[in-house]
């Protein structure tokens, strides 16, 4: 049972932090898919593939948090690139304080572990 519980947590928590990881990968500059897919796949723990990642995209495109632009590739198809939007900027900024916040709380309650009873 604790393994099935992890396993969901795990799961849980990696589809909560996707979309933070997405828009701030793209708000260093314009990406196309593959680059956000690689820099994703070096964060630890997260365990993406291209199956998860395009469709969250196509939704921050449906909502306005991205813009796209599609340019030739002398490496073969024409790449989708990704730009955040103003509106995409100010949400991630929002999100940003959100999970600091949240990071600086768990941070601390951790930190109390086996200290208080």
Not at 21 to 42: F, M, S, T, W
């Amino acid at each position: 049972m604790t393994n099935i519980f992890y396993n969901n947590w795990t799961t849980q928590l990696r589809k909560g932090l996707l979309d933070l990881c997405i828009l701030n990968a793209i708000a260093r500059g314009r990406l196309y898919g593959y680059d956000i897919v690689r820099q994703l796949r070096q964060v630890e723990g997260l365990v993406i593939s291209e199956g998860t990642v395009y469709p969250i995209l196509s939704r921050l495109h449906r909502d306005g948090m991205v813009e796209t632009s599609l340019e030739e590739s002398s490496e073969g198809p024409a790449r989708k690139y990704y730009l955040l939007s103003q509106s995409g900027q100010e949400l991630l900024e929002r999100m940003n304080r959100l999970w600091t916040v949240i990071l600086e709380g768990v941070r601390k309650i951790q930190s109390r572990k086996g200290t208080e009873q």
